[in-house]
């Protein structure tokens, strides 16, 4: 019975997309030469919920950051930090403190100097936010934040706070005090006169993403210079331009190009993206793409980096060099079950955890590798095996045996099952889903057996399904096969 490797999701050009799923899975490559198989996938974490500031609409949240390892949240028009204080049972535990209100209801970009942290409502309302300081929560209202443009996303570097405007240009702050601006601190990136888009640092330089090109300066003794490096992709959403794992990365394109997800290999933009995932960028128009943003998280040794569009969230895992997708399930205000992109509007590492804000509600969450649901909803969990074939003759399935970490049962699901379709036809259409069990607690023995799948024309498709609370891991498939001639 040879093995079917778990690999090959979201990189043909000719399978549709639902041919190439690999959805809350992602995948793990062995790196024991005794262990079962060389690949295999893991079920993505879930997330649990630790606060909240509302379950309305209102609250959704709108960004987040990280300043002296507490984190911060911006949900609906409230800002909040995030305490912590030990209980008497050793478990952690948390406290919400209100900062502040900050109008509307745009994503907003955060940065900070160890000291004040800057909150920017892309054009122009900026706050900042110090807690050492006799009035802990001001608006900038300095003439020189504005005389430039309204400021669109903020940065910190070199004890400067640096935020893009609306007129080509890019400002700076005084070192370490992002309520005074001087006006004649302004700068443009003239290699292509494109209008800025993003900023991000890397490597303690300074990347001025426009919409078709991208630059890179220095701090010279409080003035900015550019380094000479120019990157022929520009930025097409603001909030994806993100430096992760010693990467830049960002969803744009060049002159007459279509938007595609790219890194920085070195001084040379690589296309991360594969082309099923730059189909997706395609079918959305430019006021769609503009609403994406991108997110970065560690766990459990793997090294994530999301892409979260308006209906789609993929995330490349920078380990593997492999993308998996996730979805979230929830429950609308009808009472109906609805499937949508990775339900978390941000995420940053705090406390030792790894937090989130909703999209959804004002639910502020962990994300946790022992969680099986996300604020107890299900995980739905689906993946295609790369297609079987047989050099363009028919083929034959008598035996199919999928090998999943079994005995996974619980109190709450005590018998686990997993869903097994197949397509004969190149994933168009997929056949009634059939049913198998993975053991209650402490049957680790069980077997998952698929019988007589009957003869496929050209090319076998199999599709694997699990939504049940219960820890999830895809080991191998094995199989067995006769050809036609």
Same mark, same amino acid.
């Given at each position: 019975m040879p093995a079917l490797l778990l690999d090959g999701f979201y990189e043909s050009e000719t399978l549709p997309l639902a041919a190439q799923e690999c959805v809350n899975w992602y995948r793990v490559i062995s790196r024991s030469q005794g262990d079962v198989s060389p690949?295999?996938?893991?079920?993505?974490?879930?997330?649990?919920?630790?606060?909240?500031?509302?379950?309305?609409?209102?609250?959704i949240n709108r960004g987040m950051h990280v300043k002296n390892g507490k984190p911060y949240f911006l949900n609906g028009t409230n800002l909040y930090r995030i305490d912590m204080i030990s209980a008497v049972d050793e478990d952690d535990s948390f406290t919400i403190e209100l900062i502040g209100s900050i109008i509307g209801d745009e994503r907003v970009s955060m940065a900070d100097n160890g000291k004040e942290l800057m909150v920017l409502v892309p054009g122009g309302n900026g706050y900042? !936010?110090?807690?050492?300081?006799?009035?802990? /929560?001001?608006?900038? %209202? $300095?003439?020189?934040?504005?005389?430039?443009?309204?400021?669109? !996303?903020?940065?910190?570097?070199?004890?400067? /706070?640096?935020?893009? %405007? $609306?007129?080509?240009?890019?400002i700076r702050s005084d070192s370490n005090n992002g309520l005074s601006w001087n006006s004649l601190n302004r700068y443009t990136a003239e290699s292509d006169p494109d209008d800025i888009v993003s900023l991000a640092v890397f490597n303690n330089k300074l990347y001025v993403g426009?919409?078709?090109?991208?630059?890179?300066?220095?701090?010279?003794?409080?003035?900015?210079q550019r380094t000479g490096l120019f990157i022929d992709k520009g930025v097409s959403a603001r909030f994806t331009m993100i430096a992760a794992n010693n990467s830049l990365m960002w969803v744009g394109a060049g002159t007459d190009e279509s938007p595609a997800i790219w890194i920085l290999n070195g001084n040379t933009p690589v296309k991360l993206s594969t082309t099923i995932i730059d189909q997706v960028l395609q079918d959305y128009s430019q006021s769609e793409i503009v609403t994406s943003f991108a997110y970065s998280y560690a766990k459990s040794g793997a090294y994530f980096v999301g892409f979260s569009?308006?209906?789609?969230?993929?995330?490349?895992?920078?380990?593997t060099g492999k993308w998996h997708e996730r979805k979230s399930k929830i429950v609308n205000s009808i009472g109906e079950s609805q499937v949508l992109r990775f339900r978390i509007n941000?995420?940053?590492?705090?406390?030792?955890?790894?937090w989130c804000g909703d999209s959804q509600d004002g639910r502020i969450g962990v994300?946790?590798?022992?969680?099986?649901?996300?604020?107890?909803?299900?995980?739905?969990?689906?993946?295609?095996?790369?297609?079987?074939?047989?050099e363009g003759r028919s083929i034959s399935i008598p035996h199919l045996e999928p090998t999943l970490k079994?005995?996974?049962?619980?109190?709450?699901?005590?018998?686990?099952?997993?869903?097994?379709?197949?397509?004969?036809?190149?994933?168009?259409?997929?056949?009634?889903?059939?049913?198998?069990?993975?053991?209650?607690?402490?049957?680790?023995?069980?077997?998952?057996?698929?019988?007589?799948?009957?003869?496929?024309?050209?090319?076998?498709l199999f599709r694997f399904t699990m939504t049940d609370k219960v820890e999830s891991e895809f080991i191998k498939l094995e199989y067995e096969a006769t050809g036609g001639s």
């Open positions: 690949v295999s996938l893991v079920g993505c974490s879930g997330i649990s919920q630790v606060l909240t500031t509302g379950l309305g609409s209102t609250q900042i !936010i110090d807690e050492t300081s006799g009035t802990p /929560f001001l608006q900038i %209202t $300095d003439l020189g934040f504005t005389a430039n443009g309204a400021p669109q !996303i903020v940065v910190f570097i070199d004890s400067f /706070f640096v935020c893009s %405007t $609306d007129s080509k240009t890019f426009g919409s078709e090109t991208i630059e890179e300066f220095y701090n010279n003794a409080g003035v900015f569009m308006p209906t789609r969230t993929f995330e490349f895992n920078t380990v941000s995420l940053a590492t705090a406390y030792n955890r790894v994300i946790d590798k022992n969680i099986y649901s996300e604020y107890e909803n299900e995980i739905f969990r689906t993946c295609v095996i790369q297609p079987l074939t047989n079994s005995g996974v049962g619980t109190l709450e699901v005590p018998d686990p099952q997993i869903r097994f379709s197949y397509s004969k036809d190149s994933g168009d259409e997929f056949t009634n889903e059939t049913f198998r069990g993975l053991g209650g607690m402490g049957e680790y023995q069980r077997r998952t057996i698929w019988t007589r799948q009957g003869r496929f024309p050209r090319e076998a």
